[in-house]
C-alpha cells in the first residue's frame, strides 16, 4: 500500500481526509498529548470499520504483556458480517521489543491483511521513534500512519470552548474564554469537566471571568503564575496561601520550586521587555507563548519589580533548589516560604 507524504499536523488532516472518503488505511500509531481528539477520530474509525458484529470484528489489546503472536492471531482473524474488522493496541512499546519480536513485527507490517485496521495507541506511554533500530524504524515509516494529537490552535479551541458553551446554553467572549484556557489549560478533556461546572454556576447567559474563578480548577501552571504575581506586588500572604494550597495537594517543593524559577524567568524576560521597549510578541516568541493573553499578565506583573528584583529571584530560586537537593535534612516546604517572603519584601522595598 503507497504511503502519501505526511501531512503537516502530524497526520491528522490525512486521516480526517480517509475517513471522508471512507479510505482508512490499515496500520496507525496515535500519540500526543490531547487525547480527546484521539479518542474521537477512535470512535470515528470504529463507527466506520466495525459495521456488525462487534465482538468478532472489534478487538482492544494490552500492549503491555502482547506478543506478536497473539496480536498476528488477531489481526488474521477474517470479519463477520463486516467489510473489515479494527484492532486497537493500547501502550505497546514497539522500540522496546525484543529482536524476535521486531522480526515478527516487521513481517506483520510488510504482509498486513487489508481487510484489518490496526491502531497502535500511545496514552500512558511516549512515542519515541529510534533510528537506530533501522529494519523496524523503515518498516513503521513505510507500513504504518503515525497521527500525532496535539493541543489545539488557540483560534481552534477558542470557537471549540464557544460551541460547548452555546450547547449549554451560555455565551462567553474572547477575552473571557482566555482567562479559562490560562486558568484551566487547553486540553479539551481538561476543559470539558470545568466549562460544565462553569456553565451550571452562572446566573447569566454570558459567562462571565467572576464565573470561572468561582468553581473552576485551576492548573498548577496558573497557581505558581498566582504566587509570584502575588510576591511581585509584595503580597506574602497571598502568595503563602496558594502555596499552603498546593503543599496539603502534596505537591513536592523541588518541583514548585522549578516553576516558582521559571514564572520568575518569565518574568525576568518581560522586565527586559519593557526597559527597551519590545512589545508582548516579542515576549511571546521568547517563551513560545500561543496566545498573547499571558504576555500581557506578565507585562503587568513586571510593571511592579525591577530587572534587579528579577534577576535576584531567580539567583535566590537556583540556591534554595541547591540547598534543597544537597543539604541533609532541610525543609522545602520552609525553604520556599522564606523564598516567598524574601521576594514579597523585596518588592515592597
Known sequence: MAVKKKAPDGGLARLKEALSAGELGTVYIFHGV??????????EMKKQLVTGFESFNYHKLEGKALTVQ?????????????????????DWDLYKLSEEQRNGLIALL?????????????????????KTYKKLYAALEGHAQAVKFEEQSQNEILKW??????????????????????????????LIPEIGKIAAY??????TR???DAVAAPVLEAQVFEMTGAVSKGDFDRAAGVLGTLLKLQEEPFMLLALIGKELRKLHTARIALDTGRDRFWLMERWNMRSDYPARLLLDNARQVSRQWCANGV???YEADLRIKSVSGVDGANELKLLLMELAQGARS
Open 110 to 130: 510488510e504482509d498486513f491483511p487489508p481487510y484489518c485496521c490496526l491502531v497502535i495507541v500511545y496514552d500512558q506511554t511516549e512515542y519515541k521513534p529510534n
Open 34 to 43: 490531547e487525547s480527546y481528539l484521539r479518542e474521537f477520530y477512535l470512535s
Open 315 to 317: 539567583r535566590r530560586c
Open 210 to 212: 467572576a464565573d470561572i
Open 202 to 207: 452562572a446566573k447569566g447567559e454570558r459567562v
Open 70 to 90: 497473539t496480536l498476528t492471531e488477531t489481526v488474521e482473524a477474517m470479519p463477520m458480517m463486516s467489510p473489515r474488522t479494527m484492532v486497537q493496541v493500547v
Open 161 to 190: 470552548v464557544s460551541r460547548r458553551f452555546k450547547a449549554a446554553g451560555h455565551t462567553i467572549d474572547a477575552p473571557t474564554a482566555e482567562h479559562l484556557l490560562f486558568t484551566c489549560g487547553s486540553l479539551m478533556n481538561g
